[in-house]
C-alpha cells in the first residue's frame, strides 16, 4: 500500500530534519559554554523539538488527504517498484515493533513507579505547604500545587502532567534546605519542563532508530537543571549564593535504579557534581549579553 512509502519518507525526513536542528544546537552549545553563557542554552535546545514533532505532523495529515497534487507525489512515483513497495513495507513493520516495544517498557516502567509514589504519598505538613504557597506566589505560578512526602522518594520531584504536585522523601528538612528545594521544583514548573520531557519522551518512542531522540531526552535534563540551577540564584533570590545552593541540593540526593526514562536523571551525586563545576566558571555579566541564534 501507498501510505508505507509515505510513512517511511515522512519517518525518515523529519529525523534527518531533527538530527540537523540537533547537530546545530550541539555546535552552539559548546561555543556559548566556551564563552560561559550557560543561560540560552536550554531555550535554544527547546527549539529543536519542532523539527522532530512539526514534520511529522504534518506528513500524518497530509497521507490521509485526498490523492490529487503535490501532495501524494512521492506515493505514484514509487508505488509502480515493487522493491520499493516490499522494502518500505518490511521497514514500516521493523518500525511499528520497535515503537510498541519503546511504548511498552515506558509506560510499564512509569506506571509502576508512579502508582507507588501515589499509593505512599501523604499531604506535606501545613507548614511546608505554606511555604510552597509563599514561593510559587513570589515566582508568578499561578496554578495551585500541593506537597506531598513519601518514604519510598529517593529525591524531591515535581511529577504529573495537567496537576502538578511536589513529592518530597520523607526526611528532616530545615528550614533553610526546604525553601532551595521547593524553589528548585517550582522552578522547574516555572520552565516548562515537564511537558518538554511529555514530548521528548514521545519522541524517543517514535523515533527509536535515531540516536538523536536518545540523546535529546538525556541533554534537556541535563540542560534543564542547569538552567533551574541559574534561575534560583539569579531570579527566584532564594539563595545568596550557590555554596548554600548546591549544599541543600546535595542534602536531597538519592540514588535510584529503576527511574524511568524521561524523569529526572541529573539530580544524582555525579550529576550534582557536574553541575557544580559548570556552574562555578559561570560569568553572569557576560552571559547577559544579547545573543541571536
Partial sequence: MIWTIRLCFMLALTSLSGT?????????????????????????????????VLPFVCGMASMFQKETGASMTIGYALMGDRNVYLLCTSL???????????????????????????????????????????????????????????????????????????????QDWDRRELEVILCHELTHV????????????????????????????????????????????YDAGCVADFREYFFAVLAGVRMADDEPAGWTQFAKVKGVEKRIMRISKYERERDLRPVVG
Fill in 20 to 52: 540537523f536542528a540537533y547537530l546545530a544546537w550541539k555546535i552552539c552549545q559548546v561555543y556559548l559554554q566556551r564563552r560561559k553563557m550557560l543561560r540560552w542554552i536550554y531555550p535554544m535546545l527547546a527549539m529543536v523539538e519542532p523539527f522532530f
Fill in 190 to 233: 516555572k520552565q516548562r519542563i515537564i511537558p518538554l520531557k511529555a514530548v521528548g519522551s514521545l519522541m524517543r518512542i517514535v523515533y527509536w532508530f535515531t540516536p538523536v531522540s536518545h540523546l535529546y531526552l538525556d541533554a534537556l535534563d541535563e540542560w534543564g537543571e542547569t538552567a533551574c540551577d541559574l534561575s534560583v540564584r
Fill in 92 to 170: 514500516s513493520l521493523v518500525w511499528a515493533g520497535g515503537a510498541c516495544f519503546y511504548l511498552l517498557r515506558y509506560v510499564r516502567t512509569s506506571w509502576r513507579v508512579y502508582w507507588r509514589l501515589w499509593r505512599t504519598r501523604v499531604p506535606a505538613e501545613a507548614g511546608v505547604q505554606r511555604l510552597a504557597d509563599e514561593i510559587r506566589a513570589r515566582l508568578g505560578i499561578r496554578q495551585q500545587i500541593r506537597v506531598y512526602v513519601s518514604p519510598v522518594m529517593w529525591t524531591p520531584m515535581v511529577i504529573n502532567g495537567l496537576h502538578k504536585w511536589i513529592l518530597l522523601p520523607e
